[in-house]
């Protein structure tokens, strides 16, 4: 999809150390809450763009990794948007043409977590359904997608030209996996860069895109993940 101008046996870590490891960084945090609506704490000086940790957490007893299904938003009023610039009914974007798009990125942001967590040498990776009081759930989310050019179905040969790529936004849930509570939260939003040229967009770069996007959250991700529990400071 083309997108627009926009955590075995280890060293056992505290949730303060976890945090520095894996959002370690210097990107500016605009000003938010400091404390969220379920009590999670702003952390200071983070890669991702905005991270909440739950006070006093303790993630020592966890072994296991498991991932959430994903679930994909649109920009508010995206496909209203879009159309609105389209003269032609057939070239519209449709709802099954947004849930193609849904369906088709959140198997991409799936797998992307599933694969950065089992690259060798790889964590315990186990099934929602066998998830227990040892495992971690990771509940990643797309939310404020924003396609430039969609790719549609239609009839006829027709040609998309943009400058633009498009964004989306990661809101990544780390949670107790027998609980369901919430222990981090990260928030990150991700543009492709301007080429400043135009370029045919269709669905395979629509799919490259969003793959560079994806790949830069899940190796942010497994870079922390190796400080922390390896000591992989490269």
């Not at 790949?215 to 922390?224: C, D, L, P, T, V």
């Amino acid at each position: 999809m083309i997108l627009r101008d926009k955590v075995v046996d280890w060293v056992r870590p505290t949730a303060a150390i976890f945090l520095m490891a894996l959002m370690a960084g210097c990107s500016s945090t605009p000003s938010v809450p400091e404390t969220s609506h379920d009590g999670l704490v702003l952390q200071a000086d983070t890669k991702f763009g905005l991270v909440y940790a739950k006070p006093g957490v303790d993630i020592s007893a966890y072994e296991n990794f498991a991932v959430h299904h994903c679930e994909v938003a649109f920009r508010k009023n995206w496909q209203r948007d879009q159309n609105s610039t389209r003269r032609s009914t057939t070239r519209r974007v449709t709802d099954a043409d947004m849930e193609g798009i849904r369906a088709s990125l959140a198997e991409l942001c799936e797998t992307e977590f599933l694969s950065v967590l089992s690259v060798e040498p790889a964590y315990s990776v186990v099934s929602e359904e066998q998830a227990g009081a040892s495992t971690l759930l990771l509940r990643p989310n797309i939310i404020n997608l924003d396609v430039a050019a969609p790719d549609v179905s239609s009839p006829g040969v027709s040609r998309s030209y943009t400058t633009e790529s498009g964004e989306m936004t990661l809101f990544l849930e780390v949670a107790d996996a027998s609980t369901g509570e919430t222990l981090f939260r990260i928030v990150d939003r991700r543009r492709n860069l301007n080429s400043m040229r135009l370029q045919w967009s269709n669905s395979v770069t629509n799919t490259a895109d969003a793959k560079r996007i994806l790949n830069a959250w899940g190796e942010q991700f497994r870079e922390g993940l190796d400080r922390v529990y390896r000591g992989d400071n490269s």
